[in-house]
Each structure stands twice: as C-alpha cells, then as structure tokens.
Nanobody, 120 residues
C-alpha cells in the first residue's frame, strides 16, 4: 500500500493549506487515517485522525479549531485543511493508515511526507 501526500508548501503565518493523501490500494479505503508531523530536531507527533466512516475525528490540542481532517472513501483520499497557520506548524507532514485501534499511535502504513513551512 502506498500513501502519497500532496499540497505542502511555503506560506506566511495566518494562511491556509490543504494536504491530501491518496492511497494506492482500495483495501485501505475504510481504514483509520491519520496525519502526523515532524519538525527539525523534534519527535514525530500526532496531528489528527479520522475513523473509517468519517464519523469521528481526533486532534492534538494545538491544532483543534484550526485544522480539519476529512475523507472521501470513494476516492480513497484523506484531507487535512489547515487554517490560521503558525510558524510552529512548520514540519514534514505524514499521512498514515491502520485497520483499527487507537487513532493516536501505532499505524501500519506511512506516506513519504510533505513539507509545510510557515514563515512569520
């Protein structure tokens, strides 16, 4: 299974970006999907996740109210809408997938990552 992220870039603080992640295999279309990020010199951290049906979403506290995760299972794609971006959001963002379980950790599949840089 390949997960391919698109949509990263360089933006100014306060701007918006939308990341997308398309999966190559339809067997993961109903999997839990998540986004993690890793800033330079820091550990990778959970950002957001969504259950298979899209009924439940989960966010880390610092992005709640600014980021929105969504999915289109018919397109096997998950999105991360990021508004009011801050310099501290700068990181490589990774798309992830797992069959079931806690949305906060231990994912089976990972994308290659896309860079998001927010300038002040």
């Amino acid at each position: 299974v390949q997960l391919v992220e698109l949509g990263g870039g360089l933006v100014q603080a306060g701007a918006s970006l939308t990341l997308s992640c398309a999966a190559s295999d339809r067997t993961v279309s109903m999997y839990v999907k998540g986004w993690f990020r890793q800033a330079p010199g820091k550990e990778r951290e959970f950002v957001a996740a969504i259950d298979g049906n899209g009924d439940s979403t989960f966010y880390r506290g610092s992005v709640k109210g600014r980021f929105t995760i969504s999915r289109e299972n018919n397109k096997n794609t998950v999105f991360l809408q990021m508004n009011s971006l801050k310099p501290e959001d700068t990181a490589v963002y990774y798309c992830t997938a797992k069959r079931s379980g806690s949305p906060y950790n231990v994912y089976d599949y990972w994308g290659q990552g896309t860079q998001v840089t927010v300038s002040s």
